[in-house]
């Protein structure tokens, strides 16, 4: 499976800077490695943006991985929405029984005040959003990825699917920590949060510049948690992108010791429920 942004000669934008350290494989043994302290059950595997005509190619690879080496217990593959194949893939990615869903990344703009994309692939383009409510079809949940000014758009485009489980990835990526970014994060995530089929992943809290920090994390953290309820939302790891900038094991113990004063059912539902229900696990 070939990676252009990892294997390509000419590097990539990427929005955590310098990623040199990720041009390597990644496998089983070395999650099971940096995780070994603690009690990993079960793995959700999130596309990774290889070539993209490879895409169930890759699900193909990850599901011959589950077979020998037990991980992932789950994939959520890709699939273009916009493509006249669309529907075409979708249906032979829910073939693959480890699929549970997809995500599929819109056309985005570059930053708050760049000009709006191209209709094409973009939430506002007819033929995306109908293969977008073809996922009901299928049996089938979205990862929702948007940098943070997208995140209003996306509560409204959640009204065209009511029924299908959405989760957001990256805690809606706040990297503008300013009063002003947070105040845009906010009310993006406010929105989302009052959808009731959309779930959170409380992941990649790394900023584009500077290291781990603990206590503005955990400040962000607690704040979605209070906007979605433990019920719907999830830690992840995000490894081994988020080792940019944290070791696993640093982590999972940050994790855990944010929510030390939550109630035991509600840690459950932070560090397994919530992802078990919707992955299915």
């Known amino acids: ?25 990644f496998l089983p043994p070395d999650y099971r490695r940096d995780s070994a302290n603690h009690n990993i059950v079960k793995t959700v595997h999130v596309e990774a943006e290889c070539k993209r005509d490879q895409q169930l190619a ?30 075409q893939i979708l249906e032979q990615q829910a073939q693959f029984p480890l699929v549970r869903g997809i995500r599929s990344k819109p056309v985005t703009r570059s930053n ?25 079809r299928f049996n089938l949940s979205w990862d929702l990825r948007v940098p943070t000014w997208h ?15 959405v989760v957001l990835n990256h805690t809606g990526f706040p990297w503008d920590r300013s009063a002003d970014g947070l105040e845009m994060w906010r009310t993006g995530m406010t929105d989302l949060a009052a959808k009731a089929n959309c779930f959170c992943k409380l992941s990649c809290l790394c900023l584009p510049d500077g290291p781990w920090d603990y206590d503005n994390n955990r400040e962000l953290v607690l704040e ?46 932070l560090f397994y429920g919530s992802a078990a229900g919707f992955y299915r696990l």
């Open 1 to 25: 499976i070939y990676y252009p942004w990892l294997q390509g000669e000419d590097p990539e934008h990427f929005f955590l800077g310098e990623y040199e350290s990720l041009r390597s494989d």
């Open 224 to 269: 979605t948690i209070d906007l979605f309820g433990p019920e719907r939302c999830m830690f992840a790891s995000n490894f081994p992108v988020d080792s940019l900038r944290v070791n696993m094991d640093t982590l999972w113990r940050d994790y855990k010791r944010m929510t030390e004063d939550f109630s035991t059912i509600e840690r459950d539902q």
């Open 58 to 87: 890759e699900t193909q690879w990850l599901t011959s991985l589950n077979e020998e080496q037990g991980m992932p217990d789950a994939i959520v593959a890709h699939a273009w929405f916009h493509t006249p194949d669309a529907e």
């Open 151 to 165: 995140l209003q758009e996306a509560a409204k485009i959640l009204e065209l699917i009511p029924d299908t489980p």
């Open 112 to 136: 708050p005040n760049a000009p709006l994309p191209a209709a094409a692939g973009s939430m506002t383009d007819p033929d995306w959003q109908a293969g977008l409510k073809l996922l009901r």
